[in-house]
């Protein structure tokens, strides 16, 4: 079973080309299984505070590293 990769890919939408870029590269490896955890053009921040930036950001990253982790029948553990 192939890891799959949590990614967040910090950019700007005003320079959405870089980000199209890396977000093929990586959906283009064929054995690599990744789940993207940036922010869609759809949902894209606007003239938002700096703190409220950051906050979300952090809240996007907490996502990541909170996931709940069951153990297998190894003993190993891994996120869902």
Do not use: C
């Amino acid at each position: 079973m192939a890891k799959t990769h949590r990614i967040f890919i910090s950019h700007s939408w005003d320079y959405n080309t870089q980000y199209n870029t890396v977000e093929k590269w990586l959906n283009d490896e064929p054995y690599f299984n990744w789940i993207n955890y940036s922010i869609p053009v759809e949902k894209a921040l606007d003239e938002m505070a700096k703190r409220d930036l950051k906050q979300k950001i952090t809240n996007k990253i907490n996502l990541v590293f909170h996931q709940p982790r069951i153990p297998t029948r190894q003993g190993r553990v891994f996120s869902v």
